[in-house]
């Protein structure tokens, strides 16, 4: 086959796989379909018969069923050479002297997990993390998820080649956007990543959309490369591996391939930390041997920090959902790598007092890996800055703690504004009081700042417009739609309110349920007792005392007392008779006369009807439109007598019941 005639045929493979893989997603999870049946069909063929063709069959193929797999722990397994660090340097001189006049791969320098892997008889048999270089870690069930990796390649020798796993910033922003809790976001697609390759469940990896580039060929019995790195990467690239991006150079090109990655850099979304320069010849390589620590047939090549001089406006002490009070220094803003910046974190009290930090100092600040703003270095060094004696969201009383071998900031006090940091962003939440805008890292800052105390505060927001105005990310245009924001969710129902105020086990169809069984009558639910709770239809005693044990706290009852004069409760409209109260569903599947679950769901509760996630002793149908499937979900339904429901057996039973 010829080299380019086989690219295409590699090349569609990729596309086919993807379009495939995007057809599914949309049927299965989407429920509305890109393509017919029959156009799947006929791509599903042509891609197993290029499968077939080639030898290569990509790890998220449909073709294939890739089982998840769950492990007590990751095995330890030695290399069978040392994976040695290189020697590096931010100087382009002294690169261009390492490169001389030898033919020399530029690559990116991927910042991931460098993984190895061995194939046999042209399927994957093993993935190993390099750990500390001698021994890593046994990862082959991950590995078998990972987005672009061949299954199986054409060569059927043994097969070991190195590479690094990375997650794209594009995934991992949209990670982290779905993770609410501040604390738990990943900092970069660097820890993101090595804690998804490192999983015990693969599913969990599946789920991050990790990728593998080979960088570098360890052995391939029987294949010659002709003494040239180069042909080993080509030859990867003709086993359906992708590989990282190079250019050859010598020192006569040196600087523009240098140049030419620098404003790659700006656009890659993948993420890099720098550029590795390897000799082509593998034979002058080896003949250079290596030092204790470094192989002497490469070099990195470290992005030089880009840095700018500015003054030290104020520190923000940001207090977190843990107790911890974290420093964020606030500066003239600058132009840092094609963005502006005017923050940085401090991290602890030890970096505070080395960095002698004090209001009006001149700053040298830098992006770390050309992404996270960091201080280099205090150029004054006034040293004036004090450590908050009280914390700023509650006010109360800070201590100095010691965690692994640095001083941080703790507020020691349990109720703590900032330790109810879920409690607000439960309240603004859209199914509650549907403030859009303050989202949990803006409601950090807010409580930061000292501005909200109670729920009640944030409906006196527009109070501190000045002082909000000038926080990061806002303008007079975004406060003014915050606000409006605020004054809209004023108009409101009890049951959005009921399920705002974080009363455990209370989720939204709870709180529609009491507030039905009280007639949205808030007084009559504040001095409800025990027993009649507890006799409500599907809420039972567990989720009755949550209800009654909230409404009998001081506490509690001081905050919506104040919360309430802010707000227009409007009673709910019922326009549909309750002909499913106190039935519980499951619903499960693709759907065909609802858009999707959600509004399935909602049909379900404005009949009166609850919708849970699993099938148990207390669900009533489950709704599939495949009856007779054998998935998990409906064998249990068989097992308990539950009813299977198609849409068209749910529409019937409401009909009937009307």
Known sequence: ????????????????????????????????????????????????????????????????????????????????????????????????????????????????????????????????????????????????????????????????????????????????????????????????????????????????????????????????????????????????????????????????????????????????????????????????????KFPRNAYAFKWADEQRETHLLEVEWSPSRTGLINPVAVFEPVELEGTTVSRASVHNVSIVKELKLGIGDSLLVYKANMIIPQIAENLTKSGTLPIPDTCPACLGKTEIRQDNEAEVLFCPNRSCPAKKLKSFALFCSRDAMNIDGLSEATLEKLIGRGLIHSYADLYDLSSHKEEIKEMEGFGEKSCERLFESIRTSADTTLPRLLYGLGIPNIGVANAKVICRHFDDDLQQIREADLEELSSIDTIGPVIGKSVYDHFRSEEKARELDALLPHLRIRKEERTEEQILAGKIFVVTGSLVHYENRSALKEQIEALGGKVTGSVSARTDYLINNDTASNSSKNKKARELQIPVLSEEDFIDLINRRN
């Open 1 to 292: 086959m010829h080299d380019l005639e086989f690219t295409d045929k590699k090349n569609r493979i990729e596309e086919l796989t993807a379009l495939l893989n995007e057809a599914s997603r949309a049927y299965y999870a989407e429920d509305r379909e890109i393509m017919s049946n029959l156009e799947y069909d006929r791509l599903y063929d042509e891609l197993k018969a290029l499968e077939e063709e080639t030898g290569i069959v990509l790890s998220s193929s449909p073709t294939l069923n890739v089982g998840y797999e769950a492990v007590d722990a990751l095995p330890k397994e030695d290399h069978l050479s040392p994976m040695l660090s290189l020697d590096k340097t931010k100087d382009t001189e002294e690169l261009k002297s390492f490169v001389g006049r030898q033919k020399t791969l530029l690559s990116w320098k991927l910042d991931g997990l460098t993984v190895v892997l061995t194939y046999r008889e042209g399927s994957l048999f093993k993935a190993v993390t390099r750990g500390n270089g001698i021994t890593g870690e046994v990862v082959t069930n991950n590995a078998r998820v990972f987005k672009n990796l061949p299954l199986k390649i054409p060569y059927q020798g043994e097969l070991v080649l190195r590479g690094e796993a990375v997650i794209t910033y594009r995934d991992f922003e949209k990670i982290n956007a779905s993770i609410e809790d501040a604390d738990a976001k990943y900092k970069n697609p660097r820890n993101l990543c090595s804690g998804s390759v490192r999983q015990l469940d693969n599913s969990v990896t599946a789920e991050r959309n990790v990728r593998f580039f080979a960088f570098g060929l360890v052995s391939a019995p029987g294949v010659d490369f002709e003494d040239s790195h180069e042909n080993e990467l080509l030859w990867l690239k003709s086993q359906g591996f992708a590989a990282v991006e190079y250019k050859v150079v010598t020192d006569e090109n040196l600087d523009s391939a240098i140049a030419y990655f620098a404003e790659a850099v700006q656009e890659n979304d993948l993420p890099s930390d720098g550029l590795v320069a390897l000799y082509d010849s593998i034979s002058y390589g080896i003949s250079l041997g290596r030092t204790a």
